[in-house]
């Protein structure tokens, strides 16, 4: 009985007693004996890819149809930023802070633009998409090729970014016949920061 209440007296007091996190960890970890900055991640530029399914890479020349072919996005250059954190690391914590977190971003996406920058007709002879045109609502987007594709301005609501994340854009609507889109992918971060991805071409069917 004496043992019992000893073990459950150094487990409580394991629980309530901050500990730092090289307690536990060993140098591989990457731990540090006390809590040091917070990294995260600032957005310069994002990166797009025309690809299939399997995430291989498209010749945009080529035809294609409609939902057999992706715009890939993703994280291009950013840079590290780091704010200090004086919370104390307590034994619950332990694996979060001792396990590599993937960097989050300071900006959210505020909205997404998909600006047409070709006149062509679409569904129908009468369905003319103009020069100028925001197409956004053509499109659908998820996260890598999860099949819940959601309306975009529903998909990026207050959604947090991570280093590493993908976010895959898909036309859903097949065109009346063989067609040659261009535009151009405006995104507007959180902290006002406004980043273009021009040229952008898809030839489907």
Not at 140 to 165: G, W
Request: aromatic residues 12%; glycine residues 2%.
């Amino acid at each position: 009985m004496r043992k019992l209440l000893t073990v459950l007296f150094l487990i409580l007091l394991i629980e309530t007693v901050p500990v730092s996190c090289s307690f536990f960890c060993r140098d591989s970890c990457g731990c540090d004996p006390s809590p040091g900055p917070q990294k995260q991640i600032n957005i310069i530029s994002w990166n797009i890819e025309t690809v299939s399914e399997n995430y291989q890479t498209l010749d945009t020349s080529f035809v294609y149809d409609f939902d057999k072919v992706y715009k890939s996005l993703r994280i291009d250059k950013r840079l590290i930023v780091s704010f200090e954190d004086s919370s104390v690391v307590g034994f619950s914590n332990v694996a979060y802070a001792c396990s590599p977190a993937p960097l989050k971003a300071i900006q959210t996406i505020e909205s997404i633009k998909i600006i047409a920058a070709n006149q062509t007709a679409f569904k129908d002879a009468n369905d003319i998409i103009q020069i100028g045109d925001n197409i956004i609502n053509r499109f659908r987007m998820t996260y890598y090729f999860d099949a819940n594709f959601q309306p975009i301005d529903t998909f990026i609501y207050q959604r947090l970014i991570y280093e590493e994340d993908k976010y895959t854009l898909k036309l859903m609507e097949r065109p009346f016949q063989e067609v040659k889109m261009k535009f151009n992918i405006v995104i507007t971060l959180s902290d006002g920061k406004v980043l273009e991805l021009n040229d952008q071409r898809l030839r489907i069917k």
